[in-house]
């Protein structure tokens, strides 16, 4: 599995939320470029982004922070926040990210989700954010009665070619990643699922890592690795066990 530390930007700098909520925000650099270069100090591959401002506001709010972060990387870059139209998808491929994640887009606008997964294939990623099993959409501020895993069979045979799926219940908290619902998922879709939300602990890690065979290509980790719970390092040989 990969292990993809996050980034989340809010107002310019790295911070992480508990449960999603705008409120309750945690702020760990003023910079959030100095993340990109611990990471990679570190051993990451891939970086996961986020552009929370964007997520709540409908369009990518931070991208010239993102801008330099691609800039000063040495490593892939996954992006997520606010991407609705393909206008806003071939900015931040062209300013160098590697892969985009589009959530509400893939739910509202049907024909553009359509074009987007024929035109750019593997660049593209389709976030499912769910909270009990439903989806969530704008920046996780609005409830839908959308069973995720419809969604997820849905996006599959429009082709999409991987998904990060968020269990936002947990995403925050440090209680330990939705492992049960992540592997059914997978296992269902026959696609590469990302998951995210909740990693306390490398054995979460380890966990995940033993029903990875199903189809779970990563993990992405935040808050665990902010406060030093364990390092990236021992976390990316916990997905390698």
């Known amino acids: 599995m990969i292990v993809f530390p996050a980034i989340d930007i809010l107002d310019g700098a790295c911070v992480r939320l508990m449960q999603g909520q705008y409120d309750e925000v945690t702020e760990y650099a003023k910079d959030p470029s100095e993340m990109v270069s611990r990471w990679e100090e570190e051993g990451a591959s891939w970086i996961h982004v986020v552009d929370l401002d964007g997520a709540r506001d409908g369009h990518p709010v931070n991208l010239s922070t993102v801008e330099k972060m691609v800039k000063k990387a040495n490593v892939s870059i996954q992006y997520g926040g606010g991407v609705r139209n393909e206008t806003d998808l071939k900015t931040l491929l062209d300013i160098g990210v590697n892969r985009v994640v589009v959530g509400t887009a893939m739910i509202k606008d049907e024909e553009f989700a359509q074009t987007a997964i024929k035109k750019y294939g593997p660049q593209l990623v389709a976030g499912i954010d769910a909270k009990g099993g439903r989806v969530s959409i704008e920046g996780w501020i609005e409830d839908t009665n959308i069973r995720a895993v419809d969604l997820a069979n849905k996006l599959k045979d429009m082709g999409v070619a991987r ?4 269990d936002i219940s947990v995403d925050g908290t440090s209680q330990g990643p939705s492992i049960a619902t992540t592997k059914d998922l997978a296992e269902a879709l026959g696609i590469p699922v990302i998951a995210s939300g909740g ?12 029903v990875s065979e199903v189809g779970i290509e990563g993990v992405i980790v935040g808050r665990a690795l902010y406060e030093n719970t364990f390092g990236l390092a021992e976390a990316i040989k916990a997905a390698k066990q």
């Open 163 to 166: 998904i990060v799926y968020t």
């Open 199 to 210: 990693v306390s602990s490398l054995w979460d890690i380890e966990a995940l890592e033993m």
